[in-house]
């Protein structure tokens, strides 16, 4: 099974500083991962994905994220964030079962960048 | 429209009563998914449809829930005797082929049991 851990339900961080937010997923097999972002009353939209190749992984709006395979972890980082990322962040992993794939969510984890 | 569209956008009914929520993928897409978004619980996986293959319903909580899709493109979530445990946002997301490609979101349904 793949399930996916955010260590972190809030994250209050001050405008122009760096952020990280953590996720590890347990897997025994090959995965894909992924970050999406929701902004206030609105849907989800991908950030960045991981499937192959290169570890290190840029998205948008100056977002990157790191798959380390030895730790299980897809950590998300920005190093400088701004006002307008507040928002709710959530890592996702590809899982696959009898020829039905799905995106399994972790619970989310809210930034808040205050001035 | 070019994005995944869901109605209604926000939806209240009393406790027993049936709802439908409805969902448009974006043109072409084959797979759509259906998961539930509670506060503090993240996403929840209720439903994937792929194409013209039998759905993956293993997410669905209860019996009282139920989709279809008809004709490869509108998604239709039905959820009878409504609890007000099914209060939550539920959203429809699509992707061309399978998730790992690219999954497009609906700005979701908020549905509240009352």
């Known amino acids: 099974a793949q399930s996916v851990t955010q260590l972190d339900s809030q994250v209050p961080v001050f405008e122009e500083a760096p952020v990280e937010l953590r996720c590890n997923y347990s897997s025994s097999v090959s995965v894909y991962l992924f970050w999406y972002v929701q902004y206030p009353n609105q849907g989800l939209q991908l950030l960045l994905k991981?499937?192959?190749?290169?570890?290190l992984v840029k998205g948008i709006n100056g977002f990157e994220a790191e798959f380390n395979k030895s730790q299980t972890s897809f950590h998300l980082r920005k190093p400088s964030v701004h006002i307008s990322d507040t928002a709710e962040y959530f890592c996702a992993v590809s899982l696959t079962q009898g020829g039905s794939e799905k995106l399994v969510f972790g619970k989310g984890t809210k930034l808040t960048v205050n001035p | 429209g070019a994005g995944v569209s869901q109605s209604p956008s926000n939806k209240v009914t009393e406790k027993g009563k049936d709802v439908e929520l409805r969902c448009d993928p974006i043109?072409?897409?084959?797979?759509l998914y259906w998961y539930r978004q509670s506060l503090g619980q993240g996403l929840e996986f209720l439903i994937y449809f792929q194409g013209n293959s039998a759905p993956d319903k293993s997410g669905l909580p209860s019996d009282r829930f139920s989709a279809e899709r008809t004709g490869g493109s509108v998604s239709t979530l039905t959820i009878q005797r409504t609890q007000q445990e099914d209060s939550a946002v539920y959203l429809c997301?699509?992707?061309?082929?399978?998730?790992?490609?690219?999954?497009?979101f609906g700005q979701g349904t908020r549905l509240t049991v009352v």
């Open positions: 997301a699509s992707s061309s082929r399978r998730v790992r490609d690219r999954a497009f």
């Open positions: 991981y499937l192959s190749g290169s570890t």
């Open positions: 043109s072409g897409h084959t797979a």
